[in-house]
């Protein structure tokens, strides 16, 4: 399994930004996916999520109403959307992917790991 996270950079404070997590090896449609992120200094936090039988995402109330998950069914890949972000925001954003974990999706290990991708908000 190999998960490849794209679209980091560089936002202004208010800006928008899309992350893309493209997997290999494994078809995203039984899986659990998620999007974790850890700032400098501090332990890695889960961002938003999608259980493996579907349904709701779960996100982190940090996040509720600007970061939204999807999943690409046909580009086996997970979609982070990001509005509204704030210098707080700045990261390595990382996606994982896991076959067994189901609803609520947050707070379950995750078997694979994207090597993650750098998101700097500031002015």
């Known amino acids: 399994v190999r998960l490849v996270e794209t679209g980091g950079g560089l936002v202004q404070p208010g800006g928008s930004l899309r992350l893309s997590c493209a997997a290999s090896?494994?078809?995203?449609?039984?899986?659990?996916v998620a999007w974790f992120r850890q700032a400098p200094g501090k332990e890695r936090e889960e961002v938003l999520c999608?259980?493996?039988?579907?349904?709701?995402?779960y996100a982190a109330d940090a996040v509720k109403g600007r970061f939204s998950i999807s999943k690409d069914n046909a580009q086996n890949a997970v979609v982070l959307q990001m509005a509204s972000l704030q210098p707080d925001d700045t990261a390595v954003y990382y996606c994982?992917?896991?076959?067994?974990?189901?609803?609520?999706?947050?707070?379950?290990?995750?078997?694979?790991w994207g090597q993650g991708t750098q998101v700097t908000v500031s002015p």
């Open positions: 994982a992917v896991d076959p067994m974990v189901g609803a609520p999706c947050f707070g379950y290990p995750y078997d694979y």
């Open positions: 999608i259980p493996a039988t579907g349904g709701s995402s």
């Open positions: 090896g494994v078809s995203l449609d039984f899986y659990a």
